[in-house]
């Protein structure tokens, strides 16, 4: 008896480290989709444990490749993630929602997602992978469904892939659905990162908005927290 | 008295030195936008006489800023543009209309504008121009005015700049067009560069798609052209 997966397309992750590409890479492969590609960034930013992370969780998935594309961000300026102005901290979630906030890197989610095409254009890839969220989304536009909608149809208008799939599986849910869903996944989570200001020793802050939303997420979960925070 | 200049507004130009971006240039001046903003790219094409072009061509018109962003792109490999492929020579117009050519490289008018909306966004500026053309283009996907809709679409979507608006005044031009209206602004083409495959002496070969297409548009235009070509 043979199974057909259907499925079994080759697909590129967009894999920063953090709890939720890390979910975002467990989807695809429990979707079926093979070879996986992940694809990093090194953008200067200050949180650069997230880079071991991602090589990390490549290896652990056994991803086909992957790679770290250098950009540097730094020169746009402007942005907490990128420059020396301080982090917020222990934000309230009105204060995360009132505005667009100062960790916002310029266009950062499109810089990503156009390396992810050309790459997809090489290596004849339709489907890539990008763990954005709508709902904790700390108020990024580029986080938007009807920015990832947008995207996608450039894509297919400005290169030969015609069929490129933009998927972004954790859209639409809290951060306390994807941690459980990527826990019946097995997503080893000790193994993520998401602090945007962590401690020369390499814990979590506990007190980024990315901490914040993380922390929370465990708890409305009810699923244990592997994390270290420093406080 | 005073005069007021309605359109006197900010504008980021993307300059890669060739004959269609220098044209741009001369427009987003004549349109009124200041201060202008220019940004080439660095992205190991052969044709590296392109970069000086524009950086001349930057002081000619005596831009706020000119900045070259690096973006290594021979990792994605797979075009004769970046790569050790040869170029194509002396095909005709059916040839070059046939199919999208070995001198396309992916994504990457996508990759470039999405630097520009980054430096848009830092500098709030809304107005960046392009100089593609969808008569003359050669064949790639990215020049189509439906394209350049669905970035702009895009760019809106995914960033704070709610009113960008990507300029494309080359758009519906012959090159025949192009040469005749940056002539009458007063182009120093003579400064532009175009060939895909310069030989060592940085003089343009003369036989690639685009010293073809560049030939052609001066015989059309009746206007002499100051390019000195190897053969």
Known sequence: M???TASARPAIVLLSGGLDSATCLAIAKGEGQTPIYTMAFDYGQRHR???TASKILAERYAVKEHRVVTIDLRVFGGSALTSDSAVPKDRNEAEMNAAVPITYVPARNTIFLSYALAWAEVLNVDDVYIGVNA????GYPDCRPEY??????MARLGTTRTGFTLRAPLQHQTKAQIIRRGTLLGVPYGLTHSCYDPPANGVACGHCDSCLLRKKGFAEAGVPDPTQYAT
């Open 148 to 153: 990832i909608e947008a995207f996608e149809k």
């Open 49 to 51: 444990h997230e880079l």
């Open 135 to 138: 709902l904790d989304y700390s």
């Open 2 to 4: 043979s199974v057909t």
